[in-house]
C-alpha cells in the first residue's frame, strides 16, 4: 500500500547530541512537511518543501533543518536537542497537482531528550 | 485571536449519543477545510473534507458557515470507537498550501 514512512518510531537523544529523524513516502507527492506536536497542543508546522523548495516556517528556530534528497525521502536534523525539543515530529506529505490538496500523516517519532 | 479556535472539551458521551463540534477559523482566505481524526499517541488521519454545502459520511455530517467562518461536526449514533481528538483544519490562504490545527476537540464514550 502507498504510505508514508517515519523511522525511528521513538527516538531518544542527549542535550545537545545532534539527531535526525526520516521519512520517506511512496505515495510520489510533491510536497513534504515537518510538524511538532507536544502534548494536548496541535501540530505546529516547522517548514516543508514544495519538490525541492525548502520553504520554512518563521518561528521555527535555525536549530531545526531538513533535507530533501529525492522526491520520496525528507529528513529532519535537529542541531543541537534541547529539553523542550522533547515532542512528536510528524511527517505529512500531499500532492499540490490537486485542486483539493489533502495531506497524509506518517505514524510520526516520538522524540525524547535526556 | 488564535487561527484556529476549538472547545477543548473532554465531551463525555454514552454510546448512542449525538454529539456536536464546532471551530471558528480567523482567516478569511481560507478555502479548504478539514476534520482530522487523532488518537491518543497516534498520527492525525483525516476524517472528512468539508464543502460549502455540507456534507455527510455514514454517521459523520459537516457543516460549514463561510459568513460566520465557522465549522461544525456531528456525530450520531456514538460508538466507543469513535473515542478521540478531533481536530478541525483550515488552509491559510486559498484551497491549497499550509495547514492550520486546532488543538483539538477530546471525544470520550463511554458504554
Known amino acids: 500500500d502507498a504510505m508514508v514512512i517515519q523511522n525511528p518510531r521513538y527516538q531518544v537523544t542527549q542535550f545537545g547530541k545532534p539527531v535526525t529523524l526520516s521519512c520517506s513516502q511512496t505515495?510520489?507527492?510533491?510536497?513534504m512537511y515537518w510538524y511538532q506536536q507536544k502534548s494536548s497542543q496541535a501540530p505546529k508546522l516547522l517548514f516543508h518543501y514544495y519538490d525541492k523548495d525548502f520553504n520554512n516556517e518563521a518561528d521555527t528556530p535555525d536549530n531545526f533543518q531538513s533535507r530533501r534528497p529525492n522526491t520520496s525521502f525528507c529528513f529532519l536534523d535537529i542541531r543541537s536537542p534541547g529539553l523542550g525539543d522533547a515532542a512528536m515530529y510528524l511527517c505529512a506529505t500531499s500532492s499540490r497537482r490537486t485542486s483539493r490538496e489533502t495531506q497524509y500523516f506518517g505514524p510520526g517519532t516520538r522524540l525524547l531528550v535526556l | 485571536r488564535k487561527e484556529v479556535e476549538q472547545d477543548p472539551g473532554p465531551f463525555n458521551v454514552p454510546e448512542g449519543a449525538t454529539v456536536a463540534f464546532n471551530c471558528t477559523y480567523s482567516n478569511s482566505a481560507s478555502q479548504s477545510f478539514f476534520w482530522y481524526r487523532q488518537d491518543c499517541r497516534k498520527e492525525p488521519k483525516l476524517l472528512m473534507s468539508v464543502y460549502s454545502s455540507g456534507n455527510e459520511d455514514g454517521r459523520f455530517t459537516a457543516q460549514l458557515n463561510r459568513a460566520s467562518q465557522y465549522i461544525s461536526l456531528l456525530i450520531r449514533d456514538s460508538k466507543l470507537s469513535d473515542s478521540a481528538t478531533y481536530l478541525c483544519?483550515?488552509?491559510?490562504?486559498?484551497?491549497?498550501?499550509?495547514?492550520?490545527f486546532g488543538k483539538g476537540t477530546k471525544l470520550s464514550v463511554k458504554p
Open positions: 505515495l510520489n507527492h510533491n510536497v
Open positions: 483544519v483550515v488552509t491559510r490562504g486559498g484551497s491549497q498550501g499550509n495547514l492550520i
